[in-house]
């Protein structure tokens, strides 16, 4: 399985812009790069996924390197309810297994 | 129902006594998903039905373990004698047809003493 590193742990301001990163340097051509996002004491959430080019959605963009090797999640303006562990995952399209199997994440912290 | 169930929400056991979890899929949505989580660590994968298919059962930790489900509806995971080990939240997830998102449940809590 093609796997991601990111960092432990982030801080961030409210209301200023979050970046956090992902690596995937072994990101195959039919790998998507998936963000989910678990609050304490419930599931995950998606949050936003994509192949090559950037993406935007409600909750968050998402920007993809040119080589694919690395993306980053942008969150405009944290609030303290985007406080969780932020997971990049890779699966490929087809993918019979489809497991989707979580690393450690990143846990963003908050601070008013 | 608007979003994935799973119940009960919480549950302790004492070692040795089987124990069943429930998953209500979104409707409609072909693939389910279980998977456990130990304090503070990300998702283990166990499990993955995908309609009529036969499941893929690659991620069960030991033969104590195994799941059922009815069609594209629910799905029950069943732990045999159970061990402190199995002590975990227990995530269920289900996925529409086109796929690639998956919607979680918010899990059962199971610890066992």
């Known amino acids: 399985d093609a796997k991601t590193t990111q960092p432990n742990s982030m801080e961030s301001n409210e209301e200023e812009p979050v970046h956090l990163p992902c690596n995937h340097s072994t990101i195959s051509g039919t790998d998507y790069i998936h963000w989910y996002r678990q609050l304490p004491s419930q599931g995950p959430e998606y949050v936003i996924h994509?192949?090559?080019s950037n993406v935007n959605n409600r909750m968050a963009s998402l920007a993809i390197a040119e080589d694919r090797k690395s993306s980053t999640l942008i969150l405009h303006r944290a609030t303290l309810r985007d406080a969780a562990v932020y997971y990049c995952i890779l699966e490929a399209r087809g993918d019979a297994g489809n497991m989707l199997t979580f690393g450690g994440g990143t846990r963003l912290m908050v601070k008013p | 129902g608007a979003g994935v169930s799973q119940s009960p929400s919480n549950k302790v056991t004492e070692k040795g006594k089987d124990v069943e979890l429930r998953c209500d899929p979104i409707?409609?949505?072909?693939?389910l998903y279980w998977y456990r989580q130990r304090l503070g660590q990300g998702l283990e994968f166990l499990i993955y039905?995908?309609?009529?298919?036969?499941?893929?059962k690659s991620g069960l930790p030991s033969d104590r373990f195994s799941a059922e489900r009815t069609g594209e509806s629910v799905s029950t995971l069943t732990i045999q004698r159970t061990q402190q080990e199995d002590s975990a939240v227990y995530l269920c997830?289900?996925?529409?047809?086109?796929?690639?998102?998956?919607?979680f449940g918010q899990g059962t809590r199971l610890t066992v003493v």
């Open positions: 039905f995908q309609g009529n298919s036969a499941p893929d």
């Open positions: 994509g192949l090559t």
């Open positions: 409707s409609g949505h072909t693939a």
């Open positions: 997830a289900s996925s529409p047809p086109w796929g690639l998102y998956r919607v």
